[in-house]
């Protein structure tokens, strides 16, 4: 059983379009982290949630406590967004999702 | 202010060596986490320290593997024994606090042969 459930597990996305990536989780956690894996394998944190929508940018990340999902969503996706986005639910462990694997064609 | 460092960034070891691989958090952070990627799968957590004190460590193999971050100096994730099926990506991430934002190292990249 996965405590972290990602869809969809690879996108390919024309540029410009809006992308949205989800994450559901069976763990109690405390926080969220959204993770952007680029293909040289560098991990970056994009979002810590615990509660509402925080926006960075392009970039925006909701989560719904009572419902254990999360999004992620990219306005006007670009070539450079292609990577892995990583959802990581937790308390003192975080879980990881497999990864959505973005492609966003010129 | 520097990153999360880790070191070395690439490891080649032979079947039966030991492995000993570095992380120094964000200057400030006192919360250490070491995960695991395995070629061609997701992360892994495998354990987290604060500084002396092993907190969860659920997620390390019971045998080979041991973690520690002293009070002075970096973390050391040391694995004993190595085998091939140890070869994977190592990241160490740190926090300010345990529900604070995660900062990622590069990763060390552990190859046996």
């Known amino acids: 059983k996965n405590e972290v459930e990602q869809s969809p597990q690879n996108l390919t996305a024309q540029e410009g379009e809006f992308i949205t990536i989800n994450c559901s989780y069976s763990?109690?956690?405390?926080?969220l982290h959204w993770l952007q894996q680029h293909p040289g394998g560098g991990i970056v944190s994009l979002f810590m949630?615990?509660?509402g929508k925080k926006k960075h940018g392009r970039l925006i990340a909701t989560i719904n406590i009572q419902e254990k999902h999360s999004s992620l969503h990219i306005t006007a996706s670009h070539p450079r967004d292609s990577a892995v986005y990583i959802c990581?639910?937790?308390?003192?462990?975080?879980?990881f999702g497999t990864g959505t694997s973005l492609t966003v064609i010129p | 202010n520097a990153g999360v460092m880790q070191n070395p960034r690439h490891l080649v070891r032979r079947r039966g060596q030991e492995a000993r691989l570095r992380c120094s958090p964000m200057?400030?952070?006192?919360?250490v986490y070491w995960y695991r990627q395995l070629p061609e799968e997701g992360l892994k957590f495998m354990v987290y320290?604060?500084?002396?004190?092993?907190?969860?460590e659920s997620g390390m193999p019971k045998e080979r593997f041991s973690a520690e971050f002293p009070k002075e100096g970096p973390s050391i994730l040391r694995i004993q024994q190595v085998v091939r099926g140890d070869s994977a990506a190592y990241f160490c991430?740190?926090?300010?606090?345990?529900?604070?934002?995660?900062?990622f190292g590069e990763g060390s990249r552990l190859t046996v042969l």
């Open positions: 200057k400030g952070h006192s919360h």
């Open positions: 949630l615990s509660s």
């Open positions: 763990v109690g956690i405390s926080a």
């Open positions: 990581a639910p937790g308390t003192n462990q975080f879980y």
């Open positions: 991430a740190s926090s300010a606090r345990n529900t604070g934002e995660l900062f």
């Open positions: 320290l604060q500084k002396e004190n092993i907190i969860d």
